[in-house]
């Protein structure tokens, strides 16, 4: 298993610009979450899904766009990048079972 | 709302100390805690974590229990090594209020281990 991928690994945006960061996972975990880390401030939830066709916001949602077509794939969209999107991005996924996340390994993205 | 507090970092020990990291929390229902760790450019990894109160969770030489009185979960290790060094995430989650999806995390304290 390769439990869950993140691509790509760093990108660098201009303002305004759109992008699309892909996580997949092959646990077949119900659930799954995007979160993004800054320094001094931990890692805080901007949406999740409970399961293909349904998703919900967390903690810091605005400027992200997520769908869950299928149960392997979660994108976080951003539409017209800023530089307080500048961060570290994990996904993130457990199963109907468990309370346990699996982490990916992160995207580093900055916003010029 | 729920909320982690941890101690502030960074921490820095010698090989073969004892850690502690202070966690408290505050949830108005009965939360599951973790103890979550990340590796230098690494993602995050569970470390250990305790659903219910008393519970200790324990890995690696890492322990942390669940207290409830205190509403904390601090989290030991007897004599630490330079491969422990790395950030550590308390967090919780309350299964009963939309889901362990839903983790909170304190800040994180950077744990450097010298030889």
């Known amino acids: 298993n390769a439990g869950v991928t993140q691509t790509p690994k760093f990108q660098v945006l201009k303002t305004g610009q759109s992008m699309t960061l892909q996580c997949a996972q092959d646990?077949?975990?119900?659930?799954m979450s995007w979160y993004r880390q800054d320094p001094g401030m931990g890692l805080r939830l901007i949406h999740y899904?409970?399961?293909?066709?349904?998703?919900d916001q967390g903690e810091v949602p605005n400027g992200y766009n997520v769908s869950r077509s299928t149960t392997e794939d979660f994108p976080l969209r951003l539409l017209s990048a800023a530089p307080s999107q500048t961060s570290v991005y994990f996904c993130?996924?457990?199963?109907?079972?468990?309370?346990?996340?699996?982490f990916g390994p992160g995207t580093r993205l900055t916003v010029l | 709302g729920d909320s982690v507090t941890q101690m502030e970092g960074p921490v820095t020990l010698s090989e073969e100390a004892f850690l502690t990291i202070n966690c408290t929390y505050t949830a108005t229902g009965y939360p599951s805690l973790f103890w979550y760790v990340q590796y230098p450019g690494e993602g995050l990894q569970l470390l250990l974590k305790?659903?219910?109160?008393?519970d200790k969770g324990s890995n690696k030489g890492f322990e942390a229990t669940y207290r409830k009185e205190t509403t904390s979960f601090h989290l030991e290790k007897g004599s630490v090594q330079v491969s422990d060094s790395a950030v550590y995430f308390c967090a919780l989650t309350d299964p009963r209020r939309g889901g362990s999806e839903k983790l909170v995390f304190g800040k994180g304290t950077k744990l450097t281990v010298n030889p």
């Open positions: 899904s409970v399961g293909a066709g349904i998703t």
């Open positions: 305790a659903t219910k109160a008393d």
């Open positions: 646990m077949n975990h119900e659930y």
């Open positions: 993130a996924s457990r199963g109907f079972s468990t309370d346990t996340q699996y």
